[in-house]
């Protein structure tokens, strides 16, 4: 038995916002109640970092080609029109996609692939795309300089990171870096350097921290890695905004010098 989504409920997690809260749409298969991811809010940084890492990997090579097709510049029209057509192929929908799609349902929404095999195609790509999209529909992103996890305040440094050390800067610089990279799966890179920057209030950076920090954040919402990385490429941009400024100043004085 199927029955299609009847109803929302809402679910307290430990989260960077006091009021972010998991709200899952509830469905039925075979008369046990499950639920599926509606935005960035219903998936934990973990089951993203999980997902890139067990399940990204095994999709159908016919995917991974039409991903690289499409990245190619210029886009060979005639390759990416013949790939597609053999994913129109019922049989390799049949053996390749759907246990694909199985696979992603099942981590996100627990429902055993058993489960999942005796469901409608409809009613699986349904799942899938909502899976799919939960990670990539971040919501509104704003800034944000205090958060509330646990019960306790974090922060996010007040400008440029003007008074924070060396080492902390160099981690979180690799933001640019990893950034680029998130379309591949490296969200574990992001929550990376959110480790190094967020921190309790007046808390001294350390290793410990880092790694008490790592641990705890795993178990927030994916919209925190937006936020968080809203305000480094901010931070960045305003950075290299900075030092242009300071060249331009430094040029204009040996010019008047000379």
Not at 46 to 67: C, G, K
Not at 90 to 107: D, E, G
Not at 113 to 138: D, F, K, W
């Amino acid at each position: 038995m199927t029955c299609w989504p009847t109803q929302k409920t809402t679910q307290t997690i430990h989260c960077l916002n006091q009021e972010n809260e998991k709200r899952m749409t509830v469905f039925t298969l075979n008369n046990q109640k499950y639920t599926y991811p509606e935005d960035c809010q219903d998936v934990t940084i973990q089951q993203v970092i999980e997902f890139y890492r067990d399940v990204y990997p095994t999709r159908p090579a016919l995917m991974l080609e039409l991903s690289e097709a499409v990245s190619e510049e210029p886009i060979n029209e005639k390759r990416v029109a013949a790939i597609e057509k053999k994913m129109q192929s019922k049989v390799w929908i049949s053996a390749h996609l759907y246990p694909y799609m199985c696979r992603v349902v099942h981590h996100f929404c627990r429902v055993p692939v058993e489960t999942l095999q005796g469901t409608s195609p409809a009613h699986l790509e349904y799942l899938y795309h909502h899976c799919i999209g939960a990670m990539r529909n971040p919501g509104e992103v704003q800034y944000k300089q205090l958060y509330l996890i646990d019960g306790e305040v974090y922060k996010l440094p007040a400008k440029l990171m003007s008074q924070s050390t060396l080492q902390e800067f160099a981690e979180a610089a690799q933001y640019e870096e990893n950034a680029e990279q998130i379309k591949d799966g490296n969200f574990e890179g992001l929550l990376n350097v959110c480790s190094v920057i967020l921190r309790k209030e007046n808390e001294e950076y350390s290793e410990d921290v880092y790694n008490r920090n790592r641990e705890r954040f795993k178990n927030l919402p994916l919209q925190t890695l937006y936020e968080v990385g809203f305000f480094l490429k901010t931070l960045s941009l305003n950075y290299v905004l900075g030092l242009n400024l300071s060249l331009l100043k430094r040029a204009a004085q040996e010019l008047q010098a000379t």
